[in-house]
């Protein structure tokens, strides 16, 4: 069974820097697809960014420039380095993963196309 254990996250003012970091047990396909998530209050979840197994990373516009997502393939932790974080930042932030059906599988922004998510770690920009 695939576990996602989030840690990092908390407050910081306008400007800082935070991160979260995502550690992942039971793993299982060397294609995957892993990616951070966030919903804010009465907001809709969004995607925020993905990394695959061959390291190719992608950004929703809003972060883009700010956030870095990377992965230490050999211990199966995803991290999220959030720069010049903006109030509009504040959520609550998810780790999700899937298995890829083949090399290069990622289904992107679409949060139905993960089957194993985190346990969502609040992150609170005030200005």
């Known amino acids: 069974q695939v576990q996602l254990v989030q840690s990092g996250g908390g407050s910081v003012q306008a400007g800082g820097s935070l991160s979260l970091s995502c550690s992942a047990s039971g793993w299982f396909s060397r294609n995957y697809c892993m990616a951070w998530f966030r919903q804010a209050p009465g907001k809709e979840r969004e995607g925020v960014a993905t990394?695959?197994?061959?390291?190719?990373?992608n950004y929703a516009d809003s972060v883009a420039g700010r956030f870095t997502i990377s992965q230490d393939k050999v211990q199966k932790n995803l991290y999220l380095q959030m720069n010049m974080v903006k109030p509009e930042d504040t959520a609550v932030y998810y780790c999700?993963?899937?298995?890829?059906?083949?090399?290069?599988?990622?289904?992107?922004?679409?949060?139905?196309?993960?089957?194993?998510w985190g346990q969502g770690t609040q992150v609170t920009v005030s200005s």
């Open positions: 999700a993963a899937v298995e890829g059906r083949y090399r290069g599988y990622c289904p992107g922004f679409a949060g139905h196309g993960y089957n194993y």
């Open positions: 990394s695959d197994s061959d390291g190719r990373t």
